[in-house]
């Protein structure tokens, strides 16, 4: 029997990487927690354990992680593919987890603010700032996270349309 999504990414990474998509949350587009070494193991796995469409589609999924190459996204997206019987489908809109807290927080904070509640309002302030700047250090381009798997199986992309060719910083040759 076929090894799971969550299977293949703790075996094949030889448990470099974590199944958890909650693991790796607010921690943004990180090296450390995603790679091209560890995409190509996964891949490994995907073409082994399910095939060489599966694997074409595993490609083509990694395409479209850009701008939010985070390891919790990858996951979803991941689960999302074994889901569907590893058949891609691109996602229909994806808005960062961290941007949708930050957002609730501070519309927290406003109404904490026009009822006079001060205290409440400094904390909800203070956590919001945690959610968007604790992991800003860390933040690496999509494309250094990527940029290396896409290249190695260019020709399992297929053709892309010109507005996915550049989507990261003055890198116009991201897809091709």
């Known amino acids: ?20 998509p909650e693991f790796y949350l607010g921690r943004g587009n990180c090296l450390g927690d995603l790679n091209s070494a560890l995409l190509e193991e996964i891949y490994k796995g995907v073409k082994q354990e399910h095939g060489a469409e599966a694997a074409k589609a595993f490609v083509k999924m990694v395409g479209d992680l850009n701008p939010d190459a985070s390891a919790s996204y990858f996951l979803q997206c991941l689960y999302r593919l074994e889901d569907r019987g590893w058949k891609y489908t691109p996602p229909q809109k994806h808005e960062s987890i961290e941007k949708n ?28 700032q945690i959610v968007m700047f604790a992991g800003a250090p860390m ?12 290249g190695n199986h260019r020709a399992e992309l297929g053709p892309k349309p010109h507005a996915k060719r550049a989507r990261t910083q003055n890198r116009d040759s991201f897809l091709g």
Do not use: C, W
Request: charged share 30%; proline share 3%.
């Open 1 to 20: 029997m076929p090894k799971t999504a969550r299977e293949l990414v703790s075996h094949y990474t030889d448990r470099k990487m974590s199944g958890r």
């Open 139 to 150: 933040q690496s381009d999509p494309y250094d996270i990527i940029g290396d798997f896409l």
């Open 101 to 128: 807290t930050a957002n609730i927080l501070a519309e927290v904070a406003s109404d904490a603010l026009k009822s006079g509640d001060r205290s409440a309002r400094d904390k909800v302030l203070g956590l919001t």
